[in-house]
């Protein structure tokens, strides 16, 4: 069955920073991929994702994804957090394009002012 | 526009009794999924509904079942709870021909006493 691993379960970073968070998948065939964003006391947003075409989607908030087939792997990017970044991040993928999401088990971000 | 929402937000509840928790989607989607997020862990997949019928499920158990109404809301049964399913219940809404755009309600934190 699919799988997602997301490497790092809690990221600290000063403001300013350069955020990459990593996400993989467990094997090929056609995905459709994730990124949610869980704000403190809010639901899940979804932050960006990708369908096909261009493996660099950008999503909001100036976060950008990149696809790389051979790796299985949908990192999260962001040049340069500020302290509202501060939440919990989650790679999901798709791979029947029905709906049924599987999550990894999140990264949790907080930024230094 | 409404988002999705959840009802209750809290619930406790004993080993052994039955609960139902309800969804309403978000305006103009027709089909509701269900995931189980424990704590520190990503959501998992119970099962989507649309057109009043179960179209997926995840590796849970018959004690939870689910229904969809004809104005789309739906309810989550679970019976003879166990300490195990304490954990946050995500309802997300979708519409049919992009059901894995998903929109996330707040959840509803169930605790099995």
């Known amino acids: ?113 | 526009d409404a988002g999705v929402t959840q009802s209750p937000t809290h619930l406790i509840k004993t080993r052994g009794q039955q609960v139902t928790l309800r969804c309403s989607p978000k305006s103009g989607h027709d089909t509701v999924s269900w995931y189980q997020q424990a704590l520190g862990q990503g959501p998992q997949f119970i099962f989507q509904y649309y057109e009043e019928e179960e179209r997926q499920r995840g590796n849970f158990p018959d004690r939870f079942s689910g229904h969809q109404f004809p104005n789309y809301s739906s309810e989550l049964n679970v019976n003879a709870l166990l300490l195990g399913d304490s954990a946050l219940y995500l309802c997300a809404s979708s519409y049919k021909l992009a059901k894995n755009i998903q929109y996330f309600g707040a959840g509803t934190r169930l605790s099995v006493l």
């Open chain 1, 1 to 113: 069955a699919q799988s997602v691993s997301q490497h790092n379960h809690h990221v600290i970073l000063s403001e300013a920073a350069s955020l990459e968070l990593g996400c993989n998948y467990s094997y090929g065939g056609t995905v459709n991929l994730f990124w949610y964003v869980q704000y403190p006391g809010q639901h899940l947003q979804l932050l960006l994702k990708y369908f096909s075409g261009d493996p660099l989607v950008k999503g909001i908030k100036g976060f950008e994804a990149e696809f790389i087939k051979s790796k299985f792997s949908f990192n999260l990017r962001k040049p340069s957090v500020q302290w509202s970044d501060t939440a919990e991040y989650f790679c999901a993928v798709d791979d029947n394009q029905g709906g049924k999401l599987i999550f990894g088990q999140g990264t949790e971000l907080s930024v230094k002012p």
